[in-house]
């Protein structure tokens, strides 16, 4: 099945810096969406970019979709020690509405 | 609202034990879906539903049980528990598809000696 995989598996940063996780997935896609994860916690859906669109604004998240590439990225601008989490792009599958695959995560710590 | 509900939030078996995960939602959702997610593996599709009455498989359906009587709740079942299901389970649930975005329930973490 395909998955989304996310790049890179961890990142470290500094507060008041921007954070840019990527993610690509190997089939065509109707939807991709980002989900953060708090340590020990549920996921929190952020944003959803349809197929159709190259860019969606959400706050400080932006998000990038480039289907000819199979790829997307998440933007955090102006990161905050809040923002420190497990973030998760996941895909459906372009014939099935059904499944909705996750990746394995960026690990993003932002320090005070 | 609750939300996406779970119990229980922590669970010890011993292997060959039977258990039921528990996963209710108030929204009126008609897509409920497991996961488990284990270290640097991210979540994966184990069961998922459509609506009352409707189940099917996932990634990784073997060694797991679902049914779905009413549209509040998807119980998952293992019926024979092995140390290979340690993890920690989640329940989602959305308006009606998997396209769309998916509410969480907190998790179960389970541990099979």
């Known amino acids: 099945s395909q998955q989304g995989e996310e790049d890179p598996q961890a990142l470290s940063i500094q507060e008041g810096e921007n954070a840019t996780m990527n993610c690509s997935y190997k089939t065509s896609i109707n939807n991709l969406q980002w989900y953060r994860q708090n340590s020990g916690r549920g996921l929190v859906h952020l944003i959803l970019i349809r197929s159709n669109e190259r860019e969606k604004h959400s706050g400080r998240l932006r998000v990038t979709l480039d289907t000819s590439k199979k790829s997307s990225s998440l933007l955090i601008t102006a990161s905050r020690a809040a923002d420190t989490a497990s973030y998760f792009c996941a895909t459906d599958e372009a014939d099935s509405s059904y499944k909705l695959i996750f990746g394995s995560g960026t690990r993003l710590l932002v320090r005070p | 609202n609750a939300g996406v509900t779970q119990t229980p939030k922590f669970q010890v078996l011993k292997t060959g034990q039977s258990m039921t995960l528990q996963c209710a939602q108030d929204m009126n959702h008609e897509y409920m879906s497991w996961y488990r997610q284990d270290p640097g593996m991210g979540l994966r599709l184990i069961h998922y539903s459509v609506g009352a009455g409707i189940t099917d498989q996932g990634e990784v359906p073997n060694g797991y049980n679902v049914s779905r009587s009413t549209t509040e709740d998807f119980p998952l079942r293992l019926l024979s528990a092995a140390p290979s299901q340690t993890s920690v389970y989640f329940c989602?649930?959305?308006?009606?598809?998997?396209?769309?975005?998916?509410?969480f329930g907190p998790g179960t973490r389970l541990l099979v000696l």
């Open positions: 989602a649930s959305s308006y009606s598809t998997g396209r769309e975005t998916q509410y």
